[in-house]
């Protein structure tokens, strides 16, 4: 526990000393801004309900091509940099190595969704909002964001390229979204049974995502985004075990 | 303190390391050599739990490196080759790092850097990023990090490579000093630092083990050991005399003559059996009135005797030109 703690510390703090939290945190926030209020995406203005649904309905896409940037360099470059021999030598279990560098990207994760809050000021201000509807839609960002950096932690353990690995975790979390995404769908709806149709939209973040944004915090849905986060670290942990030597 | 057993390592169709075992007690220093390739990194990164053997293991401390990783790793400190360290991290925050890695906390996480810091001589660049630090001070930051909690057993893997002479010959006060309390590997291509450091030599050449004995011992096995190199002064022309007349003494296998210049004529005498011929060599000298400018018994040549467990066809090439 101490030494996964170390690890997270660690972690945590490489995203702060070099530009990545900074560049990273105002980009989304720039991006969240200009996706909530833009007239043609979430109308935050036009559509003129109290509530956060045209902020949330872009994270799903959002997160597509920020989160695999924080969760690259995760393994790749402590593969790159020679630290991995350094930090596996060191008396850390590998499940506390893996648990600790997840948590670090998650908390990091976290801290950019928090400091969202000045939109949840602004529409508390303007209206009345539902806010147990928000925070189920932050609970849900935040679970989403997990499992993205779950998949990324996995894939970046592959590779010694940080580049590699941000594109294939896109390719890769590109698929989990498409799964619930209607057209893809309805695609797949046209030659195969309604029961695969949901067997792969009850695969997808899209779907979870959505389910959860509506307010309803289904146990079902945590219990996926919990599932995919606990599947792909200990994935991680094999594929770092098994690719230690190369 | 470390007993390794039959260690092999295979990636593929390769076999990195052979069969290696060996065993080092507390006190002794022990220098591991070989070629490059020749499997010095993968055996230690497999003694740390880096790697995980194909069979046999490393018995550290007490602790079976396959079945008690996280224990051997206690007992360690390691300096990995090229001593890693995260570039962007200054070294406060990366020994603070590894300190609380190894369960140092708070006052006692704080005295044991200062500590360190004094030891290495870190002073001044604590709050530097790494990646703006020297190779000397690089390497100094991946030392104390292996000294972090004052380990029993320390492992390091070219500690001096690409330093200067004053960093090297600093690295090698500072393990001289620890020598007593623990049991010290050091992986090394550079013999000269076998005989400063060492009290034991293994080499390895393509995964096995060829050679295991003192630096002395590994001397012995040299054709230079108890040689004689003589620098005389005699008349141009009368050299060749002077060769034969060495090459006659009793205990003398062969004479190689390495020029004459400036009338000096230079003769390397090689014993039969390696018995010390030194008072033969200058008997004869004073017998026959040569004015002496150098007379010197060799110890033998480290790099010799590996060149030649090494790369034995290589060596008896080179033979003639090995002065």
Redesign the interface.
Known sequence: M??M???F??EL??YF??PVAYVFIVIFLLLTGVFTFAEDLGAFYERGQADLRSFFLFHPWLYLFLIPAVSMRLWAEERK???L??L??????MWAAVAGKFLAAWAFAGIALALTFPLWITVNYLGSPDNGVIAAGYIGSFLMAGAYLAVGSCISATTRNQVVAFVVTVVVCFAFLLAGFGPVMGFIGSWAPASVVDAVSSMSFLTRFDSIGKGVVDARDIAFFVSVIALFLFGTAAVVETK??G | MIDIRQLTKRFGSFTAVDGVSFGVQRGEVLGFLGPNGAGKSTTMKMVTGFLSPTSGTAVVGGHDVVNEPLKVKEKIGYLPEGAPAYPEMTPEGFLGFVAEARGLRGAAKRKRIGELVGMVHLEGVMRQPIETLSKGYKRRVGLAAALMHDPEVLIMDEPTDGLDPNQKHEVRTLISSMAPSKAIVLSTHILEEVEAVCTRAVIISRGRVVADGTPAELQARSRFHNAVSVRVRIADGAAAAAKAELARLAGVASVEELGTPNGQASFTVFPRDGKAIVGEVSQLVRAKGWEVDELRVETGRLDEVFREITAPAAAASGKGGAA
Not at chain 1, 88 to 93: D, V
């Open positions: 101490k030494a703690l170390a690890v510390k660690r703090g490489a000393v070099t940099q020679g630290t021999e350094l596996l030598t060191l008396p850390i279990p230690k030597g």
